[in-house]
């Protein structure tokens, strides 16, 4: 049985000027083990393409799928806004188009970060489905959202330093554009599912989702 | 090779730019670090070729040079021993195959490198990435697959695609 790898590795993005210090993953740690079984699991990472993070998955033996769907919405790309009405809409099914095209139940693991922090809460159903139909049974869903508290720094990057710690940008000052996410709605978004929730001190919450199923059927 | 000479037969203005390209560097360079545009080096017997600012070329190429693409090209590339290089201003749309693949323009196609593929800090990549080492700088964007394979693999891979074409030799 592999074993999950929890050596360090010298992170490509050094917490220097334009980041924070490396902190430990409860929900990574939990990740890793859970799949601990699965020498290439199939992960998507939806942040901008890091050095470090493909470093660390590849040393786990990941075959990794980049569809970077954060810095878009950072950039608040006019694109994905309808603005003929009143009041403007988000375009989800454009948005959802900037993803990869991925067969369905292919992938082994999603890595959202702070995805749903920046996206209207209209949209995350949607969102939230399509991601799930990429998964395989047993596959599961990793997201940061923040807590009630925490109200600036929306425009804060993540990364993977190694397996279990995640890095992160320099805590920024742009407020967060819509409400928090709770734990509730998390559920909702996906039914059935068992939702995990770990407590962090950073201000937010990390989430993972796992859908049902067993992860180790059908892995390449 | 065909899209040389097309270069070469281009008109008054297309040879001008044409002089530009003939980036040809000390046996020393590389690729890796192409000449800031519009400082013209003085020729040498470097096997590497330049696609120019101005050139628009679509087809299949392949050879034994080094190649740095600063214009556009659309089609097939395959250099499996060489560095194929595009530019900051250069824009890709195909299948590149080689030894190694430097991006700081813009690719559209699948990559697959011998060694490595680097896409650096201006590079835009939308496409599956195979090769045995990559390296993407920090504010590259990238949308696609990454593939890690071992070079044994790559030139297995390779031996097993170029088989056929061996028997029919024999």
Same mark, same amino acid.
């Given at each position: 049985m592999m074993r999950p790898q929890t050596h360090q590795h010298a992170p490509h993005r050094s917490t220097g000027a334009g980041s924070t210090p490396g902190h430990s993953s409860p929900a990574l740690e939990w990740i890793w083990k859970y799949l601990s079984d699965l020498p290439s699991p199939r992960i998507m990472d939806c942040g901008p393409v890091s050095q470090a993070t493909v470093d660390v998955l590849v040393r786990r033996g990941a075959k990794i799928h980049v569809a970077d769907l954060i810095t878009p919405l950072l950039r608040d790309e006019a694109q994905f806004w309808d603005r003929r009405g009143k009041i403007a809409s988000f375009r989800t099914d454009f948005f959802l188009s900037?993803?990869?095209?991925?067969?369905?139940?292919?992938? /082994?693991?999603? *890595? $959202?970060?702070?995805?749903?922090?920046?996206?209207?809460? %209209?949209a995350? =159903?949607?969102? +939230?489905?399509?991601?799930?139909?990429?998964?395989?049974?047993?596959?599961?869903?990793?997201?940061?959202?923040?807590?009630?508290?925490?109200?600036?720094?929306?425009?804060?990057?993540?990364w993977l330093e190694n397996l279990?710690?995640?890095?992160?940008?320099?805590?920024? /000052?742009?407020? *967060? $554009?819509?409400?928090?996410?709770?734990?509730?709605?998390? %559920?909702?978004? =996906?039914?059935? +599912?068992?939702v995990k929730t770990f407590l962090t001190r950073s201000g937010r919450r990390e989430v993972v989702v796992v859908i049902q199923g067993d992860s180790t059927t059908g892995q390449n | 090779m065909w899209w040389e000479k097309k270069s070469r037969g281009a008109g008054p203005q297309d040879e001008k730019d044409a002089s530009l390209t003939v980036v040809s560097s000390h046996p020393s360079a590389s690729l890796a670090d192409p000449a800031?545009?519009?400082?013209?080096?003085?020729?040498?017997?470097?096997?590497?070729?330049?696609?120019?600012?101005?050139?628009?070329?679509?087809?299949?190429?392949?050879?034994?040079?080094?190649l740095l693409i600063e214009g556009q090209f659309a089609g097939t590339i395959n250099l499996p021993e060489n560095c194929?290089?595009?530019?900051?201003?250069?824009?890709?749309?195909?299948?590149?195959?080689?030894?190694?693949?430097?991006?700081?323009?813009?690719?559209?196609?699948?990559?697959?490198?011998?060694?490595?593929?680097?896409?650096?800090?201006?590079?835009?990549?939308?496409?599956?990435?195979?090769?045995?080492?990559?390296?993407?700088?920090?504010?590259?964007?990238?949308?696609?697959?990454?593939?890690?394979?071992?070079?044994?693999?790559?030139?297995a891979a390779a031996a097993a695609a170029s088989q056929p074409v061996l028997r029919e030799l024999e």
């Open positions: 900037q993803l990869l095209p991925i067969a369905p139940e292919s992938l /082994t693991g999603i *890595f $959202a970060w702070n995805l749903f922090d920046l996206l209207p809460h %209209e995350h =159903a949607q969102v +939230a489905a399509r991601w799930f139909s990429f998964l395989r049974p047993g596959g599961l869903l990793f997201c940061i959202v923040r807590e009630p508290r925490l109200e600036k720094g929306s425009e804060t990057t993540w279990t710690t995640l890095g992160s940008g320099r805590e920024g /000052t742009k407020a *967060f $554009a819509y409400a928090v996410v709770t734990n509730r709605e998390v %559920e909702r978004l =996906a039914p059935g +599912a068992s | 800031p545009r519009n400082v013209e080096m003085p020729t040498a017997n470097y096997n590497h070729t330049v696609i120019g600012r101005s050139m628009v070329l679509h087809g299949e190429l392949s050879g034994k040079e080094d194929v290089t595009v530019g900051a201003g250069g824009e890709v749309k195909a299948e590149v195959r080689a030894r190694q693949v430097i991006v700081q323009g813009a690719v559209t196609g699948n990559i697959s490198a011998g060694e490595k593929i680097e896409i650096r800090k201006t590079g835009h990549v939308v496409g599956d990435l195979v090769a045995a080492a990559i390296a993407i700088e920090d504010g590259a964007f990238f949308k696609g697959s990454i593939d890690i394979v071992r070079e044994q693999a790559h030139h």
